[in-house]
């Protein structure tokens, strides 16, 4: 049970730090955002948007766990730690 825990751990956490880097490298190339202390909820919800609108194209259920990772990764309580 513990070795499955940990792999399930580093499988998350490469999933939130692929969704990281993708709202980043989104954040500085289409939105002209320079700074991460210039992000704004804003941001955050047009990015997820645009993953929406993506993912429901592919219609792919990892697409779906992708999302969910995104939006979870950028939730409210994360947005009060930055």
């Known amino acids: 049970m513990g070795l499955r825990r940990k792999s399930g751990t580093a499988t998350r956490a490469r999933a939130y730090l692929r969704a990281l880097r993708d709202f980043l490298d989104w954040a ?3 939105a002209g955002i320079g700074d991460l202390l210039d992000i ?9 948007k645009l993953k929406t609108q993506v993912y429901e194209a592919q219609s792919n259920p990892s697409c779906n766990g992708a999302l969910s990772v995104s939006i979870t990764l950028f939730s409210e309580d994360i947005l009060t730690i930055l």
């Not at 704004?40 to 997820?48: I, Q, S, T, Y």
């Open 40 to 48: 704004e909820p804003v941001d955050v919800a047009g990015w997820v």
């Open 28 to 30: 500085e190339e289409e």
